[in-house]
């Protein structure tokens, strides 16, 4: 069955997680990714992690798992799909509430 890229980034997340790399002095070496694709699909899904501020790469080229930047992330989506849930049916019982007072 085919990975797809949502698969692949949490695989990776995963394995941060489980070898506990969430920082500079605990970062893991490419080579300690054991993620089941590619060393070139590997290196594309870290490039993008890298751009968004996910993974960290430190000088010696080792990288690590950036928790507080994906907390913030999922916060601030959660916050956004609430807004999105809740604004609707907000109207909804605006609405309703003003016809119950007109009729």
Known sequence: MKKDNNDINRSIVDCFRSKKAYNAQNALTFEELDVDVTDEIKKI???????????????????????????????????????ILAIPFISITAIALLLTFLL
Do not use: P, R
């Open 45 to 83: 899904i870290l490039a993008n992690l890298i751009k968004e501020g996910f993974v960290i790469q430190n000088s010696d080229f080792t990288i690590w798992f950036n928790q507080e930047k994906w907390d913030e992330t999922i916060k601030d989506l959660s916050k956004k799909y609430f807004m």
